[in-house]
Structures are given as C-alpha cells and as structure tokens.
C-alpha cells in the first residue's frame, strides 16, 4: 500500500487526547493516525481549534492539565513515546525531537542572550564546554544565514527582529541534528519576504539532515510550496491525507475543497469563495460527519453516521461519505463559488 | 495627469508623521514614520495600502483620521480639510469617517453588550429619539448577518467571525463616507475570512462608502481594491490600479514582495522568485536615498540622490524607481542590467552602514 522507499520515523496510532474542563470534556485530539517519513516534510492543516498544535504537544507529551492523553500510541524510530518515563522522555525531547513555536520572541529566554541558549542546547547534548559551545553556536546562526554571528552571538532576544529570533529558533532546534522537528506555525506573524527565507532554511536544512517535518499551518499556500505530504485535520478529526499534488488536484473531502476554494491568490483572479458558518463549539460537536452542518454535499447518513477514512488513491485517504459511495455526488469545483454569501 | 472622470474624495498631500525616540536623558531623534505620502481615493472606490510590519501603513491610516496629529501635510474629505479643523470640531466629523481594527475581540469593550455597543455611535454622532436608535441598531444587525437575540449577548459570548462584524456593523452605525481599515481579516481563518471581505464589498455597494484597505496580506488586496500603494520604510514606493501593480509590478521591492507570496499550487513550486537579501533596516536616521538601497539587486549609484519622486509607469501608475526610465524587466527575475555596473549583487555588503 505505501511505497517501498519511504522510511517510516514516525507513527501515530489512534491517538485521543481530551480536555476535561468544568464545561465538559473536549475532544480536541479525536483517533488521529499518521505517518511521518524521513527526509519529508508534511504539512498538517487547519483552522483555529482543529487540534493540529495539540497533535503536536502530545507527541513530545507536553499536554498541560486539563489536558490528558487518554489514548493512543506514538511510535518514533522503533522507541514506544507512550511507555517512556519522565527522563527517558526528556532525552527525547530536544535531541530526537525538536520543536519550533508560532511565537520566537516569548519561546526564547529573554535573560540570556542567543549565543548562550544556543549553547545551551549542545552542551546538553554534547557534554563539552562551554567555549566550544559558543564556537558550536556560532557555527550554527552562520547556517541559518544570521548576518554577522560573532556580534549576533552576544545579543538578547529583545535585541533582534521577528524574523531573526526565528532565525534563532531554527538553529536551537536544529543543532541536536533531531530525527524530527516539529514547526508549528513558525512564519506567522512574520512578513512574507521573511516567510520566504526562514521556509527556505527549514527545507534546506531538513533535506540536508535528512530528518522528518511536521510542518503545522493555515496556509495553504506554504504547504503547496514547502510540503510533500498533507494531513487535513478538522474537529479533532484527520479528515484527509495524501501527497501534496494529489491534495490540491484532486482533493476528496469537501472541506479541504472549501479550504482550497477559498485561500485567495496573487496570480490569478478568482471570485472570493467562502465555507458557510464556523468552526464548531469543540463542546457541542454535531453527530455523524463533524462538518456535515457547513457542507453542500450532505445528505442524510451525513448527520447521524461518521465516515470512515477510506481510500481515496495512491497513499490518499478521505473521511467522507462521497468517498465510500454511501452518498453517490459528483464533487464540483463550482460548488464553493457558487455559494451564496451566507451568514451564520 | 488623472483621469478627469473620478473625482478623488479623500485626497492626501505630503503627508509626514515623525515620532520622537529617546536616545539619552535629554536628547531624542526623530522617526519618520510616514514621509511625503500622496495619494487620492475617488469616492465608493477602495484603495489597499500594503507594506510589511514597520512600513508605516498603519500610522498613515490613524493620520488619516486624525486619530494622531500628524506633522505636515494636508488631508481632504470632499471639500473638507481635516488638518485645519479643531479637535472639537474634528469630534463632530467622527461620525462620517471610522475605522474597522486588526484584533475583533480588543477593539470590543467587553462589559458591553451587543447592543450597548452599537447605540454608542449613535448616541455621540445623531440626533436620533431612542425608538430611532432601537431601530437602526436591529437594522445593523441584519445588515451584517447578525440575528436580534444577539444584542443582550457580550463579545466574547461570538466567534471572531462574527465580533468583526460586529466591529464592522459599530463602524457603519452612523452612515459614514469613508471607513479606513485596518487589517480587518488577518486574526481570523481562512474560511471566516471571505465571508467578511464579502461583507465589506457588499456594504460598499449598498451605501457608496469610501475605504482605505490597510493589510500586508497581498491575496487579500488584490480581491478587494481598486488602487494599491506599497510602502516600504515610510513612503509609497509604487500605486496604480490593481491590475497594473499585480499584473505588472515595476518597482523592486513590489516585484520581491510579490514573488515571496506563496502560492497554494505546487505545481508553482519552481517559479523563479526575487528574493531581497537581509532585513528592513532600523527607520531612524535612513539615508535621502532610495529606501529600498541596502537590499535592492538592481541598485548603482544614482540610488543614493535624494528621492527618487514617483515616476510614471502607466496612465494610472507609478513607482519610485530610477530605473523606472531604464525598463526593469517586469517579471523581476533578471536583474542582469544591474550586473553591468555594480558587481553581483548578493555578494555587497548587506548594511552599508
């Protein structure tokens, strides 16, 4: 089923993770199951609330209460994450995987300057001194194309530029050589030309290493340009998977339909489509198909039956009925312009 | 020079915001935040003002309103000129010009409800008996899809979708010409986004408004103006009617901009791009040259005159550019002319300072 030259680092199986708050419980990881290959980077997509950052926070188990892991397995390179103890998973984190947060400025200590930090992270993993740490963290702001490191080295967070402190954020992460990084929203908040080079450096740097990416966004456009993988997730829930051409020529499920259909473009003029309504109340989550309330395809078995996910092509998955033929559709490109501009 | 059909209504001359920084105990230096901006909107017509984080774009939109003083230049509503007015008087004219802000939840008061929020307009700008108020409030509501049950409710109590609407419903409350806003959809989701830009183009129809779209979001831009301006560092690099910019970007720094946006097709992966080199350079003290010089591949010594002015391109555009005269490929993939005077241009220093 999957091809043979892909190099299985990462499997998540049926991972659940709640939040019990006073409200009720929240459901914000929903029996989510992917694979991450070696030398890949995959996008995981979704608007606010999806569970995509949360997916993120249970693979190195940094889910804070009320939050639990209540089910699920994570396998990395053959080593149980669900099973390991506190230190086994401390080893893990930042040395076999390490992560890149949406905000560069508020993840860096402001206390130390960057150099040290730097350091900091090789001379956990290294043992050596702290003078050839520094010579290491200076090694590595020069791979992430920090103009002038020596200088650099010696400045607090407060001292840079947003796209600099992620600059910095990519050269702590990546200087444990991890076998996965895990990049969540690392360009938001900064401004495109930017945007442009820190993608540039991630990819660079990940093919080069030959690590794994789970590259979490809302963008579209930068998972068309960055990805070759697509994990679509909504409501807690992976509502479609597949290799990224596949993903924007031929995308199966309606909501990652609408969500093409209404990402705008530079290049070319296209009337502005929308997806009726909002995301929904993780508290109340409608039964059977969690977006069948915003879709034009639904019918029926679409509010009391939740789809499987179902094979929809070559390594591409979908959880929706029109996939496994219960509602017999003809999916539209049309569909999403044609909508009227209703209001919720 | 314009088209003599429309008649501008806001119309901007040298418009200039400096801001004082303080650099010791008594001595300061001056910010230029916006320099010598010029620029008209014909009335019922957008114009999208677009630039990265630091551009100015926003201290612009705020001068415009008089929300901050600006430091010279003058400012025209219609017949109305707002920089001579008061600031009692500038009070009264709150009610025809308002703006939409970036955060839906923040620019809401949140002990407020719904419909405390909207009867505020109307109380400080009209004259309207309280049965009138009652009615135009229910009235808004409708207008931007909003249901009646929604008025005893409390900001937080909506989505982000829907506090900008409300945000949007407070800022027409009191019919207004003219609306400047300012990132209106950058906090909200992809799929919450259209429906508001939706809104905003259908409201413009209906009662003939006027808009400044202030927004870094180029996609968002080009779907919803008519005119554009780029900024960089506090002037407008390049303006013209939005197919001219998108369809034919002449300066630089819109051709970088352009090319560095990515595009949900990857089959486009492989465009070639023009990349700028380094980062905007720190607004204080810049050099009378071209803004854009520490990062410009095609830049040669004339960069660093004073100016340059905005040439015209096109009937209906124009960019700050020298090498406006000389034909920058518009595609700005080749920077090749620029080779033959100054050495490759990655290889130069990237702060001549």
Known sequence: MRDQHLDTLLEIKELHTYFYTYEGVVKAVNSVSYLLYRGEITGLVGE????????????????????????????????????????????????????????PRAALNPLFTVGDQIGRVVQLREGCSRSDARKHAIEMMRAVEIADPQRRANAYPHELSGGMCQ??????????????????????????????????????????????????????????????RVIVMYAGRVVEQGPVAEIFQNPRHPYTQGLIASTLRVDIDKPISTIPGTVPDALRLPTGCKFHPRCPYAEEPCQYEEPEMLEAGHGHTARCHIVSGRIEREMQEEAWALQAPRVE | MKNANPVPFIQIRNLRKDFPIRVG??????????????????????????GESGCGK???????????????????????????????????????????????????????????????????????????????????????????????????????????????????????DFIVLDEPTSALDVSVRGQILRLLTQLQEEMGLTYLFISHDLSVIKHTCDQVAVMYLGRIVEIGDTEEIFGAPTHPYTQALLSAVPIPDPTQRDKQRLKLPGEVPSPIDLPPGCRLYS???????????????????????????????????????????????????????????
């Open chain 2, 58 to 176: 926003t201290t612009a939109g705020r001068c415009l309103l008089r929300l901050l003083e600006p430091t010279s230049g003058e400012i025209w509503m219609g017949e109305q000129q707002l920089t001579d007015l008061k600031s009692e008087q500038i009070t009264q004219m709150r009610g025809r010009m308002q703006m939409v802000f970036q955060d839906p939840g923040g620019s809401l008061t949140p002990r407020m409800t719904i419909g405390a929020l909207l009867r505020e307009p109307l109380d400080l700008h009209t004259n309207l008996t309280t049965h009138e108020k009652d009615q135009r409030v229910r009235e808004l509501l409708s207008q931007v899809g909003l249901q009646p049950d929604h008025l005893s409710r409390y900001p937080h109590q909506f989505s982000g979708g829907q506090q900008q609407r409300i945000g949007v419903a407070r800022a027409i409350a009191t019919h207004p």
């Open chain 2, 295 to 353: 990062r410009c591949p095609y830049r040669r010594e004339a960069c660093l005159e004073p100016g340059p002015p905005l040439l015209q391109v096109a009937d209906t555009h124009r960019a700050a550019c020298i090498l406006v005269d000389d034909g920058v490929h518009p595609d700005g993939v080749h920077p090749d002319e620029a080779n033959t005077e100054s050495a490759t241009p990655y290889s130069l220093p990237l702060n001549p300072d």
């Open chain 2, 25 to 50: 105990m008594f001595s300061k230096v001056w910010l230029r935040a916006v320099d010598n901006v010029t620029f008209d909107i014909p009335k019922g017509t957008t114009l999208g003002l677009v």
């Open chain 1, 48 to 103: 606010s609330g999806s569970g995509k950052s949360v997916t993120a926070q249970s693979i190195l188990q940094l889910v804070k209460a009320p939050g639990k892991i209540v089910d699920g397995e994570v396998w990395l390179d053959g080593q149980d994450l669900m099973s390991c103890s506190h230190a086994e998973m401390q080893a893990v984190r930042g040395r076999k995987i390490s992560m890149i947060f949406q905000e």
């Open chain 1, 167 to 228: 600059r910095v954020m990519v050269a702590m992460a990546l200087s444990a050589n991890p076998l996965l990084l895990i990049a969540d929203e690392p360009t938001t908040g900064l401004d495109v030309t930017v945007q442009a080079q820190v993608l540039d450096l991630i990819r660079t740097r990940v093919k080069s290493a030959g690590s794994a990416c789970l590259f979490i966004t809302h963008d579209l456009g930068v998972v068309a340009e960055l990805c070759e």
